[in-house]
């Protein structure tokens, strides 16, 4: 199963990649050379169609739970101020994405969606400490009844040059399901309550929808 942001890319990486392996099997004569072009560019295809999977994941909804927003490998987990919506102290969680992670940003809970904005900014590497505050991102507040307000920010990254952002104002957000995407390499950042009690370590692997992050 594909995510919609790739189909037109995927289609794209199709035609090319047939038409490539017709015009090598054309006009390379040297065997060699012809079979590791041809690899080549079924690596290719394979490298587009394992970037925009989109695998089922089986979410157990609960709103005393953060689960994670994406898939990838934990690389913060800091108290810090948060400026933009907060104006306060919130344990920072982030998660950082390679470019073979599934890209699908999820919600980590459910509830009302009551922020959601884009910023325009820098593509620093996503590891970088001021990849949050400059690069290209968007910042989105999920409330429900029992965690509060959970902020998670999609943070563009050196190579990703288009974030997608399905959140609008007043949505009702089922956590775990689609809330977005990322295209090529990036990170996302979790600011939670400080009595939220966090699950995860540094450099564990996560994945989306399923791996709960903190509970409260």
């Known amino acids: 199963?594909?995510?919609?942001?790739?189909?037109?890319?995927?289609?794209?990486?199709?035609?090319?990649?047939?038409?490539?392996?017709?015009?090598?099997?054309?006009?390379?004569?040297?065997?060699w050379l012809r079979i590791l072009l041809m690899i080549g560019m079924l690596a290719l295809l394979v490298l587009i169609l394992q970037f925009f999977r989109n695998p089922k994941r089986l979410t157990t909804l609960d709103d005393h739970n953060v689960v994670?927003?994406?898939?990838?490998?934990?690389?913060?987990?800091?108290?810090?101020?948060?400026?933009?919506?907060?104006?306060?102290?919130?344990?920072?969680?982030?998660?950082?994405?390679?470019?073979?992670?599934?890209h699908v940003t999820r919600y980590p809970i459910g509830g009302n969606v009551t922020y959601s904005k884009y910023h325009p900014g820098k593509f620093l590497v996503a590891w970088h400490p001021k990849s949050s505050e400059e690069n290209e991102r968007t910042t989105v507040v999920v409330e429900n009844d029992n965690f509060g307000k959970v902020l998670y920010r999609q943070v563009a990254g050196a190579l990703a040059?288009?974030?997608?952002?399905?959140?609008?104002?007043?949505?009702?957000?089922?956590?775990?399901?689609?809330?977005?995407?990322?295209k090529f390499g990036s990170r996302v950042d979790l600011f939670l309550p400080l009595d939220?009690?966090?699950?995860?370590?540094?450099n564990q692997k996560v994945k989306g929808g399923e791996t709960v992050i903190a509970t409260k």
């Open 68 to 102: 994670s927003p994406v898939d990838g490998k934990v690389v913060v987990i800091e108290e810090v101020f948060e400026k933009e919506v907060f104006n306060d102290k919130r344990i920072q969680v982030s998660v950082f994405m390679s470019p073979i992670n599934v």
């Open 196 to 202: 939220a009690d966090i699950k995860v370590e540094l």
């Open 1 to 31: 199963m594909f995510h919609k942001e790739g189909y037109k890319i995927i289609l794209i990486t199709l035609v090319i990649v047939i038409g490539s392996v017709l015009m090598i099997d054309r006009f390379i004569d040297i065997a």
């Open 161 to 182: 040059k288009r974030i997608v952002n399905y959140a609008k104002v007043d949505d009702n957000a089922v956590q775990g399901s689609d809330s977005g995407f990322i």
